[in-house]
């Protein structure tokens, strides 16, 4: 199947930095991507839809000014967690959609962040 | 999207066929079922799709039933690195997020 890249896989940062994660289609383009966010033992919420060329639509209850979404090409989306605290820690894992026949959805490996 | 509901858990020994089990009885008849798996601190990893008619592929086969409102995921010869949390959703497809419920925790043991 298709493959989906996020960058970093771990990540630590102290509370008050912002930290950026990379999510790349490897080789098809996606116009559309998804970013979730996973608590341990829980299953994944989604956070927020990304359009190639135009702003992100987010889910209700998640803030788009700290969670900042830029998808300025057809293979790479990024999600920058702004002003991270503790409460942030999470693994956050996107998903690109396929062009084309019935659009599937393949996923990142996730990358989980921990806010010190 | 229509909900769909699962079993929280189940097991099955290594080498049989595990049966999981889903309701999505307000399913719309444009709504695909989708299948997925997380492995631990893994994204999840798609299995299969179907529409109505019953699907095959080298992971596993979908039977739905004809009025559409249950569905099964068949892993033919379970190993213990099927087990994960599987997830059953139903969507339109294309450009259609994808709303995860709870999945069901298969366990193979050996």
């Known amino acids: 199947g298709a493959v989906v890249s996020q960058h970093p896989s771990r990540v630590i940062c102290k509370s008050g930095t912002s930290v950026k994660i990379e999510c790349r289609s490897l080789?098809?383009?996606?116009?559309?991507m998804f970013w979730y966010r996973q608590f341990p033992k829980q299953s994944l919420m989604l956070m927020a839809t990304?359009?190639?060329?135009?702003?992100?639509?987010?889910e209700q209850g998640v803030e788009k000014d700290k969670f900042l979404i830029n998808h300025a090409s057809l293979t790479l989306s990024t999600l920058t967690v702004t002003s991270a605290h503790p409460e942030d820690s999470s693994f956050y894992i996107c998903?690109?959609?396929?062009?084309?026949?019935?659009?599937?959805?393949?996923f990142g490996e996730g990358s989980r962040l921990t806010v010190l | 999207d229509a909900k769909t509901t699962q079993p929280t858990s189940m097991d099955c020994a290594e080498g049989r066929a595990a049966n999981l089990p889903c309701n999505h009885s307000?399913?719309?008849?444009?709504?695909?079922v989708y299948w997925y798996r997380q492995i631990h601190s893994q994204g999840p990893q798609y299995i299969i799709h179907?529409?109505?008619n019953n699907e095959t592929n080298e992971m596993a086969s979908l039977i739905i039933t004809e009025d559409r409102k249950s569905s099964t995921l068949i892993l033919p010869h379970a190993t213990l690195r099927d087990t994960a949390v599987y997830y059953c959703?139903?969507?339109?497809?294309?450009?259609?997020?994808?709303?995860f419920g709870k999945g069901i925790t298969l366990s193979v043991r050996p």
């Open positions: 998903s690109a959609l396929t062009t084309g026949g019935t659009g599937e959805l393949f």
């Open positions: 080789d098809f383009q996606a116009t559309t």
């Open positions: 990304s359009n190639e060329g135009s702003k992100a639509t987010y």
């Open positions: 307000t399913i719309s008849g444009n709504e695909y």
């Open positions: 179907g529409l109505k």
């Open positions: 959703i139903v969507s339109t497809g294309a450009n259609s997020k994808l709303t």
